[in-house]
C-alpha cells in the first residue's frame, strides 16, 4: 500500500463531488427525510462498533439514490456509502439493511478501493522505471484510476468485506 489515509478521505471527497454533480446519473434522494435518517442511525450503530478503526477519520456519510431499478449499494473510499431505492425495495428488517451497510464500510475499511489503486499505481512505477520516465504521468495515471469504476470490487473483496462486516455487526 503507497497511499496513506489521508488519500482515502481525498479520493472519497472527490468522488463524492463528481456523484453529487451529476444528478441525472445519481439523483440523490431529498425526501422523505426518515428514510436517510432511519439508515443514518442503522450505520451509526455499526460505525460504535470496536472494530471500525477509521471511525474518527473517514467520513462514513450515508446519501440514497433514488433509481428504483438498482438493486446496490457501494463505498467510495474514505467511507461515503450510497444506497439506492432499489435495493431498499428488498429489504425486510433492519438486521438486512445492517448486513449491507456493514459490507460497504467493511470495504472502506478494509481500504478494497485504495489497494487497487496502489497496486495499479505500483505497476505504474515499475513501468516507469523500467523506461526510466517515472514523473507525474504515473501519478496521474493513478489518480485516473481513482474514480468510480474502481468500485467494482473483486470476488476476494467481496468475500473480505462479508468476513469483516460481521465483526463489525457485533
Known amino acids: 500500500m503507497f497511499f496513506p489515509i489521508s488519500k482515502d478521505i481525498e479520493l472519497g471527497k472527490q468522488i463524492d463531488y463528481e ?9 440523490i434522494l431529498r425526501n422523505p427525510l426518515e428514510i436517510k435518517m432511519y439508515i443514518e442511525s442503522v450505520g451509526n450503530k455499526i460505525l460504535a ?3 471500525i ?13 433514488k433509481d428504483d431499478t438498482t438493486v446496490n449499494a457501494f463505498c467510495t473510499p474514505g467511507g461515503y456509502i450510497y444506497v439506492y431505492t432499489g435495493l431498499l425495495k428488498f429489504i425486510e428488517d433492519e438486521a438486512s439493511l445492517a448486513g449491507i451497510l456493514a459490507h ?11 489497494n487497487k489503486i ?30 468510480i469504476g474502481l468500485l467494482q470490487y ?16 457485533k
Do not use: W
Open 118 to 147: 496502489s497496486a495499479q499505481y505500483g505497476l505504474q512505477t515499475i513501468i516507469g522505471i523500467a523506461s526510466n520516465k517515472i514523473g507525474t504521468a504515473g501519478t496521474q495515471k493513478a489518480q485516473v484510476a481513482a474514480g
Open 104 to 114: 460497504e464500510i467493511a470495504h472502506a475499511e478494509r481500504r478494497h478501493s485504495t
Open 154 to 169: 473483486s470476488r476476494d473483496e467481496e468475500d473480505e468485506a462479508d468476513m469483516y462486516s460481521l465483526d463489525c455487526k
Open 49 to 51: 462498533s470496536s472494530e
Open 53 to 65: 478503526k477509521y471511525r474518527n477519520q473517514f467520513a462514513y456519510q450515508f446519501e440514497i439514490i
Open 19 to 27: 456523484i453529487r454533480r451529476n444528478p441525472k446519473q445519481y439523483p
